[in-house]
């Protein structure tokens, strides 16, 4: 069972344009969604990351758009660039257990290919 | 960098074996979390150590077992392998214990 669905599993842009990747959930119980970067030979980094109580949060090019009553969120990348080519997964999490962990549960990952 | 360092990058071995994978924490961080990624099941969650003790447990296999020492590196030991355990292996930190914040490298496992 896939908690996380992400689309598309893959995605081609030209340079200067929008990228955009689209993420649903079927847990309500999650509560942090954080967005990861990963080159390839290189681990996921965190890009940026949202709480439901908002419903867009921008950093630089990077913006999350949430929409709680419809269970999805998206990561915008404005001006697309070539250094921007990366593989991209979305995350849910929420607090597990009595020590506070939020264990993120990923999504399949987008292969994002920016021509120049 | 992400300060996370996992050894060795590459391990190639055969099936029925056993190995060890290893990590080092960002200087600092006091928790580890082991993850395994692979073409059809993508990144899962297998295990979380905090400052020396197991925290959380996702879908980790009995034939598969880690450990944080006192200097916070932990090992995560993989027996009995498969062929299906082919994958890479990552390993992240954080200092609070909360989300994962910094991932390593990985270690690719071929099983031949």
């Known amino acids: 069972q896939q908690q996380v669905k992400q689309s598309p599993q893959s995605l081609i842009v030209q340079k200067g344009g929008i990228s955009i990747i689209n993420c649903a959930y079927e847990n309500t119980a999650f509560d942090y969604f954080p967005w990861y970067q990963q080159f390839p030979g290189k681990g996921p980094a965190l890009l940026i990351a949202?709480?439901?109580?908002?419903s867009e949060k921008k950093e630089g090019r990077f913006t999350i758009s949430f929409n709680k009553s419809a269970k999805q969120f998206s990561l915008h990348i404005m001006d697309s660039q070539p250094g921007d080519s990366a593989t991209y997964f979305c995350?849910?999490?929420?607090?597990?257990?009595?020590?506070?962990?939020?264990?993120?549960?990923f999504g399949r990952g987008t292969s994002l290919i920016v021509h120049p | 960098d992400s300060g996370v360092t996992q050894t060795p990058k590459h391990l190639i071995t055969a099936t029925g074996q056993r190995v060890t994978l290893r990590c080092s924490p960002r200087s600092g961080d006091l928790s580890v979390y082991w993850y395994q990624q692979s073409l059809d099941q993508g990144l899962q969650f297998l295990i979380q150590?905090?400052?020396?003790?197991?925290?959380a447990k996702g879908n980790i296999l009995e034939r598969f077992s880690a450990q944080q020492f006192p200097d916070l590196h932990s090992e995560l030991n993989l027996s009995s392998l498969e062929l299906g355990d082919s994958a890479l292996y990552f390993c992240a930190s954080s200092n609070t214990g909360g989300q994962p914040q910094h991932f390593g490298d990985g270690t690719r496992l071929s099983i031949l």
């Open positions: 995350a849910a999490s929420n607090r597990k257990g009595t020590g506070g962990s939020y264990i993120p549960t």
């Open positions: 150590y905090y400052n020396g003790e197991e925290r």
């Open positions: 949202i709480r439901p109580d908002v």
